[in-house]
């Protein structure tokens, strides 16, 4: 399912060398360079980077609300109430400054004498570059007291700027439908992906009120479908979101807010009683999944400022082994925002800061608000460093549990797991495994593979929940343990204890191959909350895949024909007429060898869901909400997203 992407050149056209080329023409001849993809991720981006311009209004002081709205025909419509995009006449162009803005790639900025220009924005090309992947755009601009008006097509002004009425509101609307010759793969957008990244931008802007309205869906009482997204408090409440399911440690989220040698920074964080890190890092509103130097500032003031205070307290007489920087972020859940005026980005997916000023603005700003946190919280400071002394504890039995993980993995002749039946080619790239839900399902996998190319590694029942599992236990734990010596993944360096080593992976492709039902997406979802946790790269690299085996097979007479869903199994029945006979797929172990083969394991004709991580924070918010301990949370979003609920009443 997923092609070869084009590199994802963030940061490499700076305005002039943009300029230098055919412009609108080179949009869209290379879109994947302005957008990253065109698939469902490109189709995305054209709404942020409509909504960061608006953004940039309101971080401006310009601007208080934003209206997102996805039409019924899948267009977007975005409206908000900042000063409107100017009119009148730019004088090197020749034409109306909003004609410029709409069809120069890179104009954008050349405007922004006084503004505040820190949102992300795709790669800061402006909305030029959706306006050129669009097969229709209109832009309305409410100013001076003034409406105006153009409409483009694939990027081109269809007629002049034009004046069409007196108005006494300011703002800009602009409707785009993304241009079907481009985004090929699919023009429908998600509402969920919508909602959770201007989720995430409300929190990340304090102040600003960001409307979602769905017009392909109604709600019971005639309205539409929406929500409205508004904090007034920002990182802190973006922390409460975020840890609703953990129970904290803490009275309350600690927060620090303000400017250090001319960064602004923000950070907030709290402790619950989890094992897990979670600390999400953003730049211009742009998550950092790869981290940088705001991110290493952070943690040095974090252990700087709790080392200090737990020496001083006197907690730490007695201690029989050392304190390592992972102590003090187990169970740590934190955010940290800052806005960079020419941030530099690095790393394989450009989302690693390196600017190295920022570290000292972070670490400082943690280390103030910490210190005075820890002062005035006596009871919490005790808390906090009971827990780091638990988590050295717990690592020092986790080493001891990862080396024997480790050993095994070294000996790799012969230290390959009994139940993996390997594949005979040696390549990696061209190698696959099927992780199989139970040792039946996975005897009839092993059946049908190709076993030049495919491994089978089947998993004994339930894997174990990493979510509420301390870390040795993890790695004491026999499937897993499996899973690591199977995938040839060793974790843990001199410097960090856990980073991974993937220069052994021993198969590109890894398939989660579960039954069709709950049972098999909640076996699924547990090994994903594995590669999540404890794997991440796998699937940030594009290496996780999900197997699709059918629900149904319908037959009649000599024809048969497989169904993957309701509909599907309908239109199959309706086709092969009277005396179709349908046989539902309770499990992989209904097929034989030959039928899963055919339609699951086949590279000509399989289907293969690309695991891909559309918002680091909000995934982690799901994982822990469906690993943890509440019951309510997961029953609703399993009701909201119950694809099988069903075909299993
Ligand atoms: C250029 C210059 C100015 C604002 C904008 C563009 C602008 C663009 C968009 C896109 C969506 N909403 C927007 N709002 C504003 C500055 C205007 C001034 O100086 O008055």
């Known amino acids: 399912m997923s092609e070869p992407k084009e590199e994802f050149n963030k940061h490499n056209y700076s305005a002039d060398s943009i300029q230098a080329l055919e412009g ?70 020749g034409v109306s400054a909003l004609e410029v803005v709409m069809t120069k790639i890179g104009a954008g900025g050349k405007f922004d004498k006084d503004s505040y220009k820190v949102s992300g924005g795709l790669h800061g090309v402006g909305v030029s570059c959706v306006n050129a992947l669009s097969a229709h755009l209109k832009a309305t601009v409410y100013r001076n007291g003034e409406v105006w008006e153009q409409e483009y097509e694939r990027g081109k002004a269809m007629y002049p700027v034009k004046k069409v009425g007196e108005t006494d509101k300011r703002g800009t609307i602009v409707t785009f439908k993304p241009d079907p010759t481009i985004f090929t793969q699919t023009l429908e957008y998600s509402y969920d992906t919508l909602a959770s990244r201007l989720r995430e931008l409300a929190y990340l802007n304090k102040g600003i009120t960001i409307h979602l309205v769905d017009k392909r869906s109604k709600k019971e009482d005639g309205e539409f479908e929406g929500e409205t997204f508004h904090s007034t408090e920002g990182l802190k409440e973006f922390i409460r979101y975020l840890d609703a399911t953990r129970e904290p440690l803490m009275k309350d989220v600690i927060a620090f807010e303000g400017e250090k040698n001319g960064v602004p920074v923000e950070v907030a964080m709290v402790y619950n009683t989890s094992y897990a890190e979670n600390l999400h890092s953003y730049v211009n509103n742009i998550n950092t999944h790869e981290g940088g130097t705001h991110l290493s500032g952070f943690r040095r003031g974090l252990t700087h400022t709790l080392k200090k205070y737990a020496d001083e307290s006197g907690l730490l007489k007695n201690l029989k082994f050392d304190i390592a920087g992972d102590d003090f972020r187990e169970g740590l859940t934190a955010i940290i925002s800052v806005k960079v005026q020419e941030p530099q980005f690095e790393g394989q997916t450009k989302t690693k800061l390196g600017n190295r000023e920022v570290s000292a603005s972070v670490s400082q700003a943690v280390s103030e608000m910490l210190t005075d946190y820890l002062e005035e919280h006596p009871d919490d400071a005790k808390t906090i460093v009971q827990k780091v002394i638990l988590a050295a504890q717990a690592r020092h039995a986790a080493q001891k549990a990862r080396d024997m993980v480790q050993r095994k993995t070294v000996m790799s002749i012969g230290g390959l797991p009994g139940k993996l039946s390997d594949c005979s080619e040696q390549d990696p790239a061209k190698c696959e495994v099927f992780l199989v839900e139970g040792d039946s399902a996975g005897g009839t996998a092993k059946q049908g593979r190709d076993r030049a190319f495919q491994a089978i590694l089947p998993l004994r029942g339930k894997i174990l929940n990493v979510e509420k599992a301390m870390v040795h236990k993890v790695f004491e734990n026999e499937e897993i343990k499996n899973i690591f010596t199977a995938l040839g993944v060793t974790i843990g360096t001199e410097e960090d204890s856990k980073a991974l080593n993937l220069s052994k992976l021993r198969y590109h492709k890894v398939v989660i191959m579960c039954d069709a039902d709950i049972d098999g997406s909640h076996i699924a979802t547990l090994i994903l909350t594995f590669f999540f946790r404890y794997m991440k790269e796998l699937i940030e690299n594009g290496h996780i895949y999900i197997a699709t085996p059918p629900l149904y097979l319908v037959k009649r007479g000599a024809k048969k024909q497989y169904a993957w869903s309701d509909k599907e199994r309908d239109d199959i029945v309706s086709e092969f007429g009277d005396g179709s006979k349908i046989q539902r797929y309770k499990g992989l172990g209904e097929m034989n060898a030959e039928q899963l083969w055919d339609t699951t394991m086949n590279p000509e004709f399989r289907t293969m869901r690309l695991v891909q991580i559309d918002n680091g924070t909000e995934a982690d918010r799901i994982f822990s909400m469906l690993m943890g301990d509440e019951v309510p949370p997961r029953r609703d979003f399993i009701e909201k997203n119950a694809i099988y609920a069903n075909i299993d009443a």
């Open 24 to 93: 609108m023409e080179h949009v869209r001849m290379r879109p994947s360079m302005y957008i990253g993809d065109v698939g469902v991720r490109g189709l995305h981006h054209l709404v942020y980077e409509v909504v960061d311009n608006s953004i940039d209004e309101a971080l401006a002081g310009h601007c208080n609300n934003i209206t997102v709205i996805i039409n019924e025909d899948n267009s977007i419509t975005t409206e908000d109430d900042g000063r409107g995009i100017p009119v009148d006449l730019h004088k090197k162009e």
